[in-house]
Nanobody
């Protein structure tokens, strides 16, 4: 089992930046990829970004490409999401998750095995 804890959420004005971190512990050696997802009130949880643990291949939702950057530090077992040029529509609870499944498409939330508690990101207009 992998335990993930998010940090770094908060309130920011549109156009601003936030940096989210996810600290993973437990059986991290079996992790294939880690991802960030978000869920706004009344909406389904959606994919934001993901990174494979060994090769550091990255994937982004079209809505965040060019604005968000995902990275990982294997030595510290952390994944970071740098969010720039934030928009009000980025407002949501952001979740960190990990998967041990080796798949070509790692964007669906249903493929992820372990989830953090989430951190609130609010972007004011």
């Amino acid at each position: 089992q992998v335990h993930a804890v998010e940090s770094g959420g908060g309130l920011v004005q549109a156009g601003g930046s936030l940096r989210l971190s996810c600290a993973a512990s437990g059986r991290t050696f079996s992790t294939y990829a880690m991802g960030w997802f978000r869920q706004a009130p009344g909406k389904e949880r959606e994919f934001v970004a993901a990174i494979t643990w060994r090769s550091a291949m990255t994937y982004y939702a079209d809505s965040v490409k060019g604005r968000f950057t995902i990275s990982r530090d294997n030595a510290k077992n952390t994944v970071t999401l740098q969010m720039n040029s934030l928009k009000p529509e980025d407002t949501a609870v952001y979740y960190c998750a990990s998967t041990i499944k080796i798949l070509s498409d790692i964007t669906p939330p249903s493929l992820y095995d372990y989830w953090g508690q989430g951190t609130q990101v609010t972007v004011s207009s």
